[in-house]
């Protein structure tokens, strides 16, 4: 069954410093994989996707994930974090009908 | 462009009122999904229609939640009676035919009492 875990909930960054935002996966078949980006009071904001191709895929706001097969992983990440990247990330697998979302990793960014 | 809309960005009811959820997609997609998240879970799909047709309704929880799309516009899903369980928020999202991301709303927060 498809599945999707973010292991962490809640993750404290200092401005400037970097960010990695864990997703493991699991799916039969070659994933659809996706981040978004849930700020207060707005929706789900797509962040970037995998669906072929380069393992390293950039996205917006200084995004960037990579997709590792072998770990079933798609690892988010920022290598400076800026106040305003303080939000909800959601990691998820699509299929061709539906999406299977992590639990959401919550990100606090302090001064 | 518009994004997708819905309304009530809020909704508190007593246990076993009726709710209805409105969703109007992106304008040209033809696929509309419905969505939920009960606090601290995971966000889980409820259903899926192309165009005004159910493609998948698998993910409903019970007879109590009704979705309809006519006319393949605007979708709204009504939960009659509501039971406390039905607490949560409700994403409506949509995309286009063949593609794979999916564009979200900001959805409606519900809660039962």
């Known amino acids: 069954a498809q599945s999707v875990t973010q292991p962490d909930i809640h993750i404290t960054v200092s401005e400037g410093a970097s960010l990695e935002l864990r997703c493991n996966y699991s799916?039969?078949?070659?994933?659809?994989l996706f981040w978004y980006v849930q700020s207060p009071g707005q929706g789900l904001q797509l962040l970037l996707k995998?669906?072929?191709?380069?393992?390293l895929v950039q996205g917006i706001k200084g995004f960037e994930a990579e997709f590792k097969r072998s770990q079933s992983s798609f690892n988010l990440r920022k290598p400076s974090v800026h106040w305003s990247d303080a939000a909800e990330y959601f990691c998820?697998?699509?299929?061709?009908?539906?999406?299977?979302f992590g639990t959401g990793t919550s990100l606090t960014v302090i001064p | 462009e518009a994004g997708v809309t819905q309304f009530p960005s809020h909704s508190v009811i007593e246990k076993g009122q009726t709710v209805t959820l409105r969703c109007d997609p992106i304008?040209?997609?033809?696929?509309l999904y419905w969505y939920r998240r009960v606090m601290g879970k995971e966000i889980k799909f409820l259903l899926h229609?192309?165009?005004?047709?159910?493609?998948?309704e698998s993910g409903m929880p019970n007879n109590r939640f009704l979705a309809e799309r006519t006319g393949g516009t605007y979708s709204t899903l009504k939960v009659q009676p509501a039971e406390l369980e039905d607490s949560g928020v409700y994403f409506c999202?949509?995309?286009?035919?063949?593609?794979?991301?999916?564009?979200f709303g900001p959805g409606t927060r519900l809660t039962v009492t």
């Open positions: 999202a949509s995309s286009q035919v063949l593609r794979h991301e999916q564009y």
């Open positions: 799916y039969g078949a070659t994933p659809y």
């Open positions: 995998y669906f072929s191709g380069d393992t």
């Open positions: 998820a697998v699509g299929t061709g009908n539906q999406f299977y």
């Open positions: 304008s040209g997609h033809d696929n």
């Open positions: 229609f192309v165009k005004e047709s159910k493609q998948d």
